[in-house]
């Protein structure tokens, strides 16, 4: 593995490469980082590909420049609500970091990940071959987006006046205070899967800046519905199976299927299967990108 450092407006990225052949951008969502794909960043680098992915800026080691105003040397946290926008430009700056030439990329993105993918192939559809976005928690989609809007809202002015704690045992409810159904396969909560383990502590630190300037602009931005149809040929929506019935992951994936008309894939595991079931999920990911028609996808892979 190679690991490369890249200036962006604002902040410092941290990235990673394995292998050789086309690029395959592994975008990571939630208050993940390039460690979540750790699992099954090999085996794909072993299929041929240049296998890439980084730490979204303000999380984990890929901090925000220093504030100018600051006094005490020490580096600024994401007081601000971050952007889609700037993020998938974030996302082109490491691949034209990663393939000078401009060469067409492979991408998928989990969670938040995946909101980020779309905005990328919407806005320079010429710089990808192929999209996956998987379970991108786009609730504005959804036919009644307001218990979701309203379910992330509280869980930020949670976190805001009663802390990390209150505000996760909150978000790992569903908007009426269930908790979701445990699916076959799926690990409790404290059973963190072997490749994410070493990411733990970092996850913990980024948690609080996904929950206040993350989860609420994100999932309530607006996808460029013209763009994504221009390019559904490109595009592929995962959803998890494993991830039964919970309308905020598994929704707007399904409405922007019936919205662009691209194909949508049922990957192994939940709304993480990429770290649940690495080994399958890559096999499941490998497929998925080399398919030639969205027919070999809606036929095969649901």
Aim: glycine fraction near 12%; charged fraction near 20%.
């Amino acid at each position: 593995m190679n690991i490369g450092s890249l200036a962006v407006p604002g902040a410092t990225l941290r990235y990673e490469t394995r292998g050789s052949g086309p690029v395959l951008l592994l975008i990571p969502g939630g208050a993940g980082d390039a460690g979540m794909y750790e699992g099954m960043a090999d085996r794909l680098a072993a299929a041929g590909y240049t296998v890439v992915s980084y730490d979204q800026r303000g999380l984990s080691r890929s901090p925000l420049s220093r504030s100018p105003l600051s006094h005490t040397g020490s580096e600024v946290t994401a007081r601000a609500d971050q952007s889609v926008a700037e993020w998938a430009d974030d996302a082109l700056a490491v691949l034209d970091a990663v393939s000078p030439g401009g060469e067409p990329a492979y991408v998928f993105g989990g969670s938040s990940g995946g909101i980020v993918a779309l905005a990328l192939l919407a806005r320079h559809p010429g710089r990808v071959r192929r999209v996956v976005a998987h379970e991108p928690p786009l609730v504005e989609l959804l036919a009644d987006p307001a218990p979701y809007r309203d379910h992330f809202a509280e869980v930020r002015e949670l976190l805001r006046t009663q802390g990390l704690g209150a505000a996760m045992a909150r978000f790992a409810e569903t908007p009426d205070g269930r908790k979701p159904p445990r699916q076959d396969g799926q690990r409790h909560d404290a059973e963190l899967p072997p490749s994410i383990r070493h990411m733990a502590d970092r996850m913990t630190a980024n948690m609080p800046v996904f929950l206040e300037h993350v989860l609420c602009p994100f999932s309530s931005s607006a996808p460029d519905l013209d763009g994504l149809r221009a390019a559904a040929g490109k595009l592929v929506l995962g959803v998890g199976r494993e991830t039964g019935d919970q309308e905020a992951l598994v929704g707007p994936a399904r409405r922007l299927a019936e919205l662009t008309g691209a194909p949508t894939v049922a990957f192994p595991g939940g709304h993480v299967g990429c770290v649940e079931h690495p080994e399958e999920f890559a096999e499941e990911l490998l497929g998925t990108l080399t398919a030639t028609r969205p027919a070999d996808l809606t036929a095969t892979r649901r």
